[in-house]
């Protein structure tokens, strides 16, 4: 990225902070209290996220002012560039996260247990990014194996490490 570009890709990256912080500070004030228990306020669940959500939106902030002071809301957009950048590899890979993100956020959990979406979504995932038509067939199924492994670990540890550690009902 050109030295000249970066205060327009501050200032999207700004607003997209602002609101990811946003997002972070109402779910961690969604987490649950533990009054009923008698918990002290500092060591519930949320207390970490809402802070760093907090922290997040601050800095977002701040990047937006200096954005703006160096003329970053002129973006310049046009048809022509936007139909560049759709055909870049990095953005196709880019919307194909954000994709799947939605599809693990929206779709599956909820509708199954929260240990069986996880190790969905992280597998496909590893697949998806990982895979090469181009290479044998022994190693396409190596890597399929391997995300398999490691939706497997990944999913049990989150899902242990929420329920026993941050005792986080999960879905």
Do not use: C
């Not at 590899?89 to 693990?104: E, F, G, M, W």
């Not at 929206?106 to 990982?130: C, D, H, K, Q, R």
């Amino acid at each position: 990225m050109k030295e000249k570009d970066m205060p327009k890709a501050d200032f999207i990256t700004s607003i997209v902070l602002i609101v990811f912080s946003i997002a972070v500070i109402v779910m961690s004030l969604q987490m649950p209290r533990f009054e009923y228990r008698g918990a002290n306020p500092w060591s519930v669940p949320g207390i970490v996220p809402g802070i760093l959500g907090v922290s997040i939106g601050l800095m977002g902030i701040a990047l937006l002012v200096r954005s703006i002071k160096r003329k970053g809301r002129n973006l310049g957009i046009s048809k022509e560039k936007l139909i560049d950048w759709l055909h870049k590899p990095a953005s196709i890979r880019l919307l194909l996260t954000v994709l799947l993100t939605l599809i693990y956020a929206w779709g599956l959990i909820g509708s199954m247990p929260y240990i069986l979406a996880t190790f969905l979504f992280i597998t496909v995932f590893i697949i998806i990014f990982e895979y090469n038509r181009k290479e044998k067939r022994q190693k396409k199924i190596k890597k399929i194996i391997v995300a398999i492994i490691i939706g497997l670990i990944a999913a049990a540890a989150v899902s242990a490490l929420f329920q026993y550690a941050f005792m986080i009902r999960l879905p």
